[in-house]
C-alpha cells in the first residue's frame, strides 16, 4: 500500500517538530527517514503511525484517509527502537500478542494464531526460540521478534525507528543485508528511521533528508549523494571541506589558483562556497592548472594517507589520498603540492551561512549529551 | 530547583494515542482522591480539630501539664538513644552489605528487615520474656537491683528494635548504586581509613543518611504498641507521648489527649516536608549517578 | 555478567578497609537485639510442647482474635489492592493540581504515630464523629465493631502499595502501551495484559507488606475496636492482656503463631523478588 503525506505539521509548543511535509511513498518502496537529532525524523514516523497527532495536514494509506484513525486500528507495523518486547511474554505470546487482541468476530482460532506465528518465526530464523523469554535473546534476536510481532497483524506499511541503533556493529552489518532480502521477498511499503547515512544509503531506495522538520531533499539514493541539494545535506552525508571562492560564470576562482574550477552549476557571480570530500581530492603532480597548496600535517593509517594542506588564503583541507600512488608515499610535511578535486560542488554563500547548515554531527545521538554530570561514577 | 519544574516528566507527558478518555480519567481522579481524603485527611483533621475544640489556652495548658511534661521528656530521651544506636548500627550494616562481596549476604539483608514485619506487641514481649520478673534474666537483675523492663532502658531497648532497619536500609541501596569508586581513589590519594570515610564516605551518603535518622526519629517518637508493654504506665516516669495520649484518651480527658496528639501529628507532618525534601534531592543525586 | 560483579565485588574486598569491625558489629548488635530475643519466643513457646501450645491457642477467645487480626488484614489488603493501583495510577500518569500535596499525604500512616491515628479514627467514626453519625443513621455502626478493625487496617495498609507500585508504573516504559497500541489491544486489553503483568510482582509484595503491617497492627486499632472478647479483640491485645495477667505461656503461643506468620510472609516476599530479578520483570 502506498503512503501519502500531505502539508502534515506537528508543533510541541512553539517548536515545529514537522513543517509541512509532503511526500509520497509508493507501494513496495524501502525508504529511509534521514537526519540529524531533532530533526524531525522520528516524529513523522510516529506520525504515520498514529502515535503522534497530526495540528495539520493528512496521511493517506493507498485511498483511505488514515489522519485521524485510531492507532490501533491503524494497522501498522511499528518497531521501536528498544524493541518494546513484553518482557513477561514468551516470544511465542509476543508474536501472537497482536492476532489475540483481535476483536472476537476477526479472531483467527487458536490453532492458525500458532501456525502463523511459527511461519514468521520460521521466516525471521527464530524456529526453536518460541519458549524463550526476551531477556534470554541476543540483540539481534529481540529485534527479529520485534519485526515478526509487527508483521503478524499483516500491516499496511511497516515503521521502523532506528531499527539497527541498539546492536553492536557487527550484528549492525549483518542484520541490515538481511532487512532488505525480508523487505524484498515481502514486498511490504517500509520506512524506517535512521541517523546514519552509510545505513540509509546501503539499505534504502530513495532517502528523506530532514532537518528542523523541513524536508531538505528526497530523491533515489546515488543522486541525493552524488547531487546534495544544498550544504546541509553535503555535510550531513559525509565530512566536508569548505573552500572560499569567487564566481564567474561558470568558473570558480579558489584562493592562489592561477586556473579557474569548472562545473556543471552557472552562479551569477559573487563569493561562493566549493564543498569537497577529502575523499575528492588528489595530488596533481605539477599541472599549473591545478590549485597551489603546502602540506601541514600528514598520517598513514593503513591503505590510506590522511593529510591537511593549506591553500595560499590560509584555508585549510583535509585529504584522504590513496596510498599507492608514487607520489603519495613521497609525501612530507611542508611540501608544496598542486591539488586537483574530482568532484564537489559549490553553493552561494548565502545558502551556506543559513542557519541549520551548520555541522550536523554535532547534534547526533550518541554526542556528549547536554545532562549535567554531577557525579562521576561508573 | 527551577530546571526541576521546566523539565516535565516524561511520564506525565499526555499522549493521545495510548490515554485513556478525559471521562475516564476524572473518575480515576475522582476515586482515588476521594479514597485519599476519607482514609487521611479526614483523620488528620479531625486530630487538629479535637486538640483546639475548646481553645489555644485550653491546648497549651494541656501540653504543659506535669503529665505532659514529663511525657515529653521520657520520649526525647529513649528516641535519641534508639536513633543514635540504630544510626551507628545502619552505618556500619550498609558498609559491610554494600561494599564487601559474602555468602549468605541475601539473608543478612533479609534479618535487617525482620523488625518491620513483627508486631509492635511482640517486640515489647521479647524484652519481658527476657527481662520481666519472670523472665529468664529477671531473678538475677532483681537480686542487683537493675530495673530494665517498666523502666527506660526496656523503652529503649523495645524502640530501638522496632526502629530497627531505617537507616541501614536507606543507606544500602545508596551505597549499592554509587559504588565504592569514591573510596578507592580516596586511598589511591593516599588518605587513611578514617579520613576516607570522614570526608569522602560521610559527604556522599549525609542526604540518605539524614533521610533514614528522619523515618528512624518520627517512628521512634510514635512507637505505641511495643512501648506499651514494657512501661508499666508509671504516671509521670515511664510513658512517652503516646503513651500519655491512651492514659489522658482512657481517663475521657480528650482535648488533652488530642492536644497532645497535635504535638505528634505536627511532628509527623514536618517529618512528611522533610521527608519529600529529601527525596527529591536523593533522586537527584541517584538520576546523576545512573546518567553515566 | 555474573562473573563481572562477582569480581568486580571480590576486588573491592581487598581494597576497602573495615569489613572486619563493621560486619562484627553489624552481626553482634543483630544478634543481641534482634534474633537472640525472637529466638527466645520460639524457645519459650516450644518450652509449652505442641499440647501446650494447643491448649493455650484452641481457647475459643484466642481463635476469635487470630481470625480478626487475619481475616481483617486480608481483607483490608485485598481493598487496598483496589484502590492502591488506582491511586498510584493517577499519580503516575495524571497531572492536576496539588498533586504534590496528595502525593505527600500518602505517607501519613507511616508518618503519623499509631496512638494518634487511633484516637483519630476513633472519634471520627464513633457515634458523635463526622463520619460516625451520618453512617450511624444508615444503620452501619464501625466503631467498636469489627468493621473498625478494618477501617484502621485500610488506613495502616494503603502506603504499602501505594509506594511499591508507583516505581513499577514509572518504570514500564509507555513504548510497551504504543506497542500495544500499533499491534490493535484496544486501553482495556493492554492495561490488563501488557501493564498488569509487569507490575504485578510490585503489587503482590506491597500487599503482603500490607498484610503482615496489618496482622500485627495494635495502636491504630484498639481505641476504635472497642476491645469486646471474641468479637472485636485482636490478637496483639489479647498478647498484651496475657502478659498484664503474667501469664507468659499464654502470651507467647499467640506470638509463635503471628512471628511463624510474618516469616513466611518474609520469605515469600524474598521468593517473588529474587523471581522477578529473574525473569527481568521489574
Redesign the interface.
Known amino acids: 500500500m502506498d503512503i501519502r503525506i500531505e502539508g502534515l505539521s506537528r508543533r510541541f509548543g512553539s517548536v515545529a517538530a514537522l513543517e509541512r511535509i509532503d511526500l509520497h511513498i509508493a507501494r513496495g518502496e524501502l525508504v529511509a527517514l534521514l537526519g540529524p537529532s531533532g530533526s524531525g525524523k522520528t516524529t513523522l514516523l510516529r506520525a504515520i503511525a498514529g502515535l503522534e497527532p497530526a495540528d495539520e495536514g493528512r496521511i493517506l494509506f493507498g485511498a483511505l484517509d488514515a489522519t485521524r484513525l485510531p492507532v490501533r486500528e491503524r494497522q501498522v507495523g511499528f518497531v521501536f527502537q528498544h524493541y518494546a518486547l513484553f518482557e513477561h511474554m514468551t516470544v511465542l505470546d509476543n508474536v501472537t500478542f497482536g492476532l489475540r487482541v483481535k476483536p472476537r468476530r476477526w479472531r483467527p482460532g487458536r490453532a492458525e494464531i500458532e501456525r502463523r506465528a511459527r511461519e514468521l518465526l520460521v521466516r525471521v530464523q527464530l524456529e526453536g526460540l518460541e519458549r524463550r523469554y526476551p531477556n534470554q535473546l541476543s540483540g539481534g534476536q529481540r529485534q527479529r521478534v520485534a519485526l515478526a510481532r509487527a508483521l503478524a497483524i499483516e500491516p499496511r506499511v511497516l515503521l521502523l525507528d532506528e531499527p539497527f541503533g541498539a546492536l553492536d556493529a557487527k550484528v549492525r552489518k549483518e542484520l541490515r543485508g538481511w532487512l532488505r532480502g525480508l523487505q524484498r521477498t515481502t514486498g511490504y511499503t517500509t520506512v524506517f528511521v535512521t541517523h546514519d547515512h552509510e545505513e540509509a544509503l546501503e539499505l534504502a531506495d530513495r532517502v528523506v533528508i530532514l532537518n528542523r522538520g523541513r524536508i531538505e531533499q528526497l530523491g533515489p539514493v546515488a543522486e541525493v549523494y552524488e547531487c546534495p541539494a544544498n550544504p546541509f545535506v553535503f555535510e550531513f552525508l559525509g565530512s566536508a571541506n569548505v573552500l572560499p571562492a569567487v564566481a564567474r560564470g561558470r568558473e570558480l576562482w579558489l584562493p592562489g589558483a592561477e586556473h579557474p574550477l569548472t562545473g556543471d552549476q552557472i552562479f551569477p557571480g559573487g563569493e561562493v562556497a566549493v564543498y569537497v570530500r577529502p575523499g575528492d581530492v588528489r595530488l596533481a603532480g605539477a599541472d599549473p592548472a591545478a590549485i597551489p597548496a603546502r602540506v601541514i600535517d600528514l598520517q598513514r593509517t593503513g591503505p590510506r594517507v590522511t593529510a591537511q594542506a593549506e591553500l595560499s588564503d590560509g584555508t585549510r583541507l583535509f585529504m584522504e589520498l590513496p596510498h599507492l600512488h608514487h607520489d603519495v608515499s613521497q609525501l612530507s610535511v611542508g611540501a608544496a603540492v598542486r591539488l586537483r578535486l574530482l568532484q564537489f560542488r559549490a553553493y552561494s554563500r548565502a545558502d551556506a551561512q543559513r542557519p541549520g547548515a551548520g555541522r550536523p554531527d554535532s547534534r547526533q545521538p550518541g554526542a556528549a549529551p547536554s545532562g549535567q554530570g554531577r557525579i562521576a561514577a561508573r | 530547583m527551577s530546571t526541576r519544574t521546566l523539565e516535565a516528566p516524561p511520564l506525565a507527558q499526555t499522549n493521545a494515542a495510548i490515554d485513556e478518555p478525559r471521562w475516564v480519567r476524572h473518575l480515576l481522579m475522582a476515586v482515588a482522591l476521594s479514597f485519599l481524603a476519607i482514609f487521611l485527611l479526614l483523620p488528620l483533621g479531625q486530630v487538629l480539630f479535637s486538640a483546639f475544640a475548646k481553645g489555644a489556652g485550653a491546648w497549651w495548658a494541656a501540653v504543659t501539664a506535669p503529665d505532659s511534661r514529663a511525657a515529653i521528656c521520657m520520649s526525647l530521651l529513649v528516641t535519641s538513644l534508639a536513633v543514635a544506636a540504630n544510626t551507628l548500627f545502619g552505618l556500619c550494616a550498609a558498609w559491610a552489605i554494600a561494599y564487601f562481596h559474602f555468602p549468605g549476604k541475601r539473608w543478612l539483608v533479609t534479618l535487617i528487615d525482620l523488625p518491620f514485619s513483627v508486631s509492635p506487641v511482640i517486640a515489647g514481649l521479647i524484652f519481658i520474656l527476657i527481662f520481666g520478673a519472670r523472665g529468664w534474666a529477671g531473678p538475677w537483675l532483681s537480686e542487683h537491683g537493675i530495673r530494665i523492663v517498666f523502666a527506660w532502658p526496656g523503652m529503649v531497648l523495645a524502640t530501638t528494635f522496632v526502629t530497627f532497619p531505617f537507616v541501614a536500609r536507606t543507606l544500602i541501596p545508596l551505597l549499592q548504586q554509587k559504588g565504592s569508586q569514591h573510596e578507592e581513589a580516596a586511598l589511591t590519594l593516599g588518605a587513611s581509613g578514617w579520613r576516607m570515610f570522614w570526608q569522602v564516605s560521610l559527604p556522599k551518603m549525609r542526604w540518605a543518611l539524614l533521610y533514614g535518622v528522619l523515618l528512624c526519629n518520627a517512628r521512634a517518637m510514635g512507637e505505641f504498641g511495643a512501648v506499651s508493654v514494657v512501661s508499666g504506665h508509671i504516671r509521670g516516669r515511664t510513658n512517652t507521648m503516646p503513651l500519655q495520649v491512651e492514659l489522658f484518651y482512657n481517663d475521657y480527658q480528650f482535648e488533652a489527649a488530642f492536644a497532645l496528639a497535635s504535638l505528634l501529628a505536627a511532628l509527623a507532618l514536618l517529618t512528611m516536608g522533610l521527608k519529600a525534601f529529601l527525596e527529591w534531592r536523593l533522586r537527584d543525586e541517584l538520576a546523576a549517578t545512573r546518567g553515566h | 555478567m555474573n562473573a563481572a560483579t562477582?569480581s568486580r565485588?571480590?576486588s573491592?574486598?581487598r581494597?576497602?578497609?573495615?569489613?572486619g569491625?563493621?560486619?562484627a558489629?553489624?552481626l553482634s548488635?543483630?544478634s543481641l537485639?534482634?534474633?537472640i530475643?525472637?529466638a527466645?519466643?520460639f524457645a519459650?513457646a516450644a518450652g509449652l510442647g505442641l499440647s501446650g501450645l494447643w491448649h493455650e491457642l484452641s481457647e475459643p477467645r484466642v481463635l476469635a482474635a487470630l481470625r480478626l487480626s487475619f481475616g481483617g488484614a486480608l481483607l483490608a489488603a485485598a481493598v487496598n489492592l483496589v484502590?492502591g493501583p488506582?491511586?498510584a495510577?493517577?499519580?503516575?500518569?495524571?497531572?492536576?493540581f496539588g498533586k504534590?500535596l496528595?502525593?505527600?499525604?500518602?505517607?501519613?500512616?507511616?508518618?503519623?504515630?499509631?496512638?494518634?491515628?487511633?484516637?483519630?479514627?476513633s472519634?471520627?467514626y464513633g457515634p458523635q464523629?463526622?463520619?460516625g453519625q451520618p453512617l450511624n443513621a444508615l444503620g452501619i455502626k464501625v466503631a467498636y465493631t469489627p468493621l473498625g478493625v478494618f477501617v484502621a487496617m485500610?488506613?495502616i495498609g494503603?502506603p504499602f502499595l501505594v509506594r511499591t507500585l508507583e516505581p513499577a508504573l514509572?518504570h514500564a516504559?509507555?513504548?510497551?502501551?504504543?506497542?500495544?497500541?500499533?499491534?490493535?489491544?484496544?486501553?482495556w486489553?493492554?492495561i490488563t495484559?501488557?501493564i498488569l503483568?509487569?507490575v504485578t510482582p510490585a503489587l503482590l509484595s506491597g500487599a503482603a507488606?500490607a498484610f503482615?503491617?496489618a496482622?500485627?497492627?495494635?495502636?491504630s486499632i484498639i481505641?476504635i475496636a472497642g476491645n469486646l472478647p471474641g468479637l472485636s479483640e485482636i490478637a496483639?491485645?489479647l498478647?498484651?492482656i496475657r502478659?498484664e495477667e503474667?501469664d507468659?505461656a499464654g502470651?507467647?503461643a499467640i506470638?509463635a503463631v503471628?512471628?511463624v506468620a510474618?516469616?513466611a510472609?518474609?520469605a515469600a516476599l524474598?521468593a517473588l523478588q529474587f523471581r522477578a530479578r529473574r525473569?527481568?520483570?521489574p
Open positions: 562477582h565485588d571480590s573491592i574486598n581494597v576497602l578497609p573495615g569489613f569491625l563493621s560486619m558489629f553489624t548488635y543483630l537485639l534482634v534474633l530475643p525472637l527466645g519466643v519459650k484502590f488506582i491511586v495510577w493517577v499519580f503516575v500518569r495524571y497531572r492536576f504534590r496528595w502525593h505527600a499525604m500518602v505517607d501519613l500512616p507511616f508518618a503519623l504515630p499509631t496512638a494518634v491515628a487511633g484516637i483519630a479514627l472519634a471520627l464523629g463526622w463520619l485500610v488506613f494503603l514509572e516504559e509507555r513504548t510497551l502501551e504504543e506497542a500495544a497500541a500499533t499491534l490493535g489491544a484496544n486501553r486489553q493492554t495484559r501488557v503483568p509487569a507488606m503482615a503491617r496482622v500485627g497492627e495494635y495502636g481505641f496483639p491485645l498478647i498484651m502478659l503474667y507468659y502470651a507467647t506470638a503471628m512471628l510474618s516469616c510472609i518474609l524474598n525473569t527481568g520483570a
